[in-house]
């Protein structure tokens, strides 16, 4: 696995999660570790009564991997590594946003009623966060230029 000052807003993407559908009763989406996506969860939570056109997130991981899934209503995820911008539309249950470490990441514009369901591959330790974009652009370019001087 590479490392997280290596992320690329090409390592964010959306995820097709298994969902069993049936007209008469529904559908159910369902999350099997690894099956599913490419960790494990240790940590799940839910983001809810989110005032419409809110903003959640603003942060990056340094070790934490992150799936986010749209279980009720839509938000955006405005993604950045450092030199690129990209912005994801969720607004499916069965979709989810993988979010690996290294990458700044900002929910955006939720719907009034929206349900954000996060899946982690760690447990919360509050040093594996970057709450400041400018300290995370400081990261990436030391992490970078460090990584290159030794190669």
């Known amino acids: 696995m590479s490392k997280a000052i290596d992320a690329t807003i090409g ?3 959306v995820i097709e999660i298994d969902q069993v559908f049936t ?3 529904g559908s159910i989406v369902f999350y099997e570790g690894a099956r599913s996506m490419p960790f494990s969860p240790k940590r799940v939570f839910f983001l809810y ?6 903003n959640r997130g603003a942060h990056a991981h340094k070790e934490c991997h992150q799936l986010l899934v749209a279980v009720s209503g839509s938000f955006e995820v405005v993604a950045y590594d450092g030199t690129s911008e990209t912005t994801h ?3 499916q249950p069965n979709q989810g946003l993988l979010i690996p470490p290294g990458i700044w990441a900002a929910e955006v514009n939720f719907s009034g009623g929206a349900i954000c369901l996060v899946l982690a591959s760690h447990v919360y330790e ?4 970057i ?8 990261w990436k370019r030391h992490s970078t230029s460090t990584r ?3 190669e």
Do not use: W
């Open 148 to 150: 290159s001087a030794r």
């Open 23 to 25: 007209e008469s009763s």
């Open 126 to 129: 509050e040093s594996d966060y």
């Open 11 to 13: 390592d964010v993407r």
């Open 89 to 91: 539309s969720l607004k």
């Open 49 to 54: 009564d989110i005032p419409a056109g809110a």
């Open 131 to 138: 709450r400041d974009r400018n300290a995370f652009d400081t």
